[in-house]
């Protein structure tokens, strides 16, 4: 899913018998309601099986895999471990005293357990995730955007937290997985407008490329959602949702903390309609519309907005993209009023990545029009290492006005256990 692994462009084979060829522990995606960032879509992406060419072959984890493999097999279990880690470094800051650098990591690790209805169709899954992120500098890498001047943020996620459950929830799949539902505490990043190439850490870093920076998106917090595929091709889903407004505050020391508004009224709602060929194809061959609307709470005025994403993977080799959002501009996390972006990712035989993009936003605020063009190339050393050296360059940035041009260098590294 967001690593375009093994099983792209085989819609004719059945999806269990592909993903028990393609994975190293027979792992396939338990949490399907959501995009490439949910806990089932990493574990699967994680343990994917690759055919690399000057690569440094490791063997040493087989024992590893082998165990995880039993586990889900007999009790159908799947986890990972994984840290990523970024750096950033811009062209330029707006004042003498700003940082122009940062680095940070991301250490997560993803939990599915699947005890009810396994090989029936129907089945009820608990997935969490255990995080925490930090800087290695002064400068927290997610807002270096705003010393150096870009409006859009340019290492999505890799901000600070302390150590706690960014999510805990149960998903259910009912009607020969025609229905699914999820509850519990969820990031909503996860479930709506997505695309293929939306996971920062291994794909497109600057914010532009994510989900549309028009929405008042919450952070992880309590919710409810739930799809629907209501032709008989099963080519067409509806899925509505209500999640927490504001989302987890991230204080410390409270892992399990879930957030207060949605039980006080105060809800971030979603409805989005969308086409794919088939299911199995959600990731790859996909369209989407998203209607949004997030309700005030403390720190935030009410907002709406519409949101587009598509990308359709072509030949298993190219991946073109498109996102577009519009809005009123509310919001504590709205970032943008209008935003366009476009872009292509070409997959090499080695499972390589390589992506470039344009965006367009009209941000909120009043402040000048900025265009960001992202390139980056995501490199397997070995299975399960990939390196990711990034170039941004903004034009106009927003934050900036006395710079006509900024640029941004970064390096990521991404293990998965």
């Known amino acids: 899913p967001a690593g375009l692994s093994a099983q792209e462009g085989t819609s004719s084979q059945s999806r269990t018998a592909l993903l028990s060829d393609s994975t190293q522990s027979g792992y396939s995606n338990q949490t399907d309601l959501g995009g490439p960032e949910t806990v089932g879509a990493e574990l699967e992406q994680g343990n994917a099986k690759s055919d690399y060419y000057f690569r440094i072959p490791i063997r040493v984890f087989k024992p590893w895999y082998d165990t995880k493999a039993r586990l889900n097999e007999k009790y159908g279990l799947q986890y990972g471990i994984n840290y990523t880690t970024g750096f950033l470094t811009a062209s330029d800051g707006i004042t003498n005293e700003s940082e122009t650098s940062a680095a940070g990591g991301i250490f997560d690790i993803p939990v599915s357990w699947t005890p009810i209805g396994r090989g029936s169709g129907n089945t009820g899954t608990f997935a969490l995730k255990l995080e925490n992120r930090h800087s290695y500098t002064t400068a927290v890498p997610m807002f270096l955007g705003f010393d150096t001047g870009s409006i859009l943020l340019p290492a999505t996620k890799v901000n600070e937290f302390s150590f706690r459950f960014w999510e805990m929830y149960y998903q259910q799949t009912l009607q020969e ?3 699914r539902f999820a509850v519990g505490k969820v990031d909503p990043t996860n479930y709506w407008n997505f695309h293929a190439l939306i ?3 291994m794909n497109f870093f600057n914010y532009g490329f994510s989900v549309s920076p028009t929405a008042n998106w919450p952070n992880a917090g309590f ?16 899925m509505a ?8 505050p991230l204080k410390d020391g409270e892992p399990f903390y879930i957030a207060d508004n949605f039980f006080d009224g105060k809800f971030f709602s979603a409805f989005e309609v969308g086409f794919f060929p088939s299911f199995e194809e959600r990731y790859f061959r996909k369209a989407s519309i998203t209607f949004w609307h997030s309700e005030a709470y403390e720190g935030s005025k009410e907002g709406q907005g519409v949101a587009i994403a598509s990308n359709w993977f072509i030949d298993e080799k190219y991946i073109p993209f498109f996102l577009a959002g519009f809005s009123d501009g509310k919001g504590a996390n709205t970032l943008a009023k209008n935003t366009v972006s476009g872009g292509m990712g070409y997959r090499f035989k080695s499972h390589d990545i390589l992506g470039a993009g344009l965006n367009w936003a009209d941000p ?7 265009y960001t063009l992202e390139v980056y190339y995501r490199f ?8 990711t050296p990034d170039l941004q360059l903004i034009k106009n940035p927003s934050l900036n006005p006395d710079q006509s041009w900024l640029s941004y260098f970064g390096i990521r590294g991404r293990i998965t256990l």
Request: aromatic share 12%.
């Open 177 to 179: 997985a025609r229905v």
């Open 199 to 201: 996971h920062p850490f």
């Open 223 to 238: 919710g409810a959602l739930a799809s629907w595929l209501p032709t008989k091709a099963q080519n067409w889903y509806v």
């Open 241 to 248: 949702g209500l999640h927490d407004a504001g989302g987890d």
């Open 364 to 370: 909120t605020g009043g402040l000048r029009d900025q």
């Open 380 to 387: 397997y050393l070995t299975e399960h290492l990939a390196i």
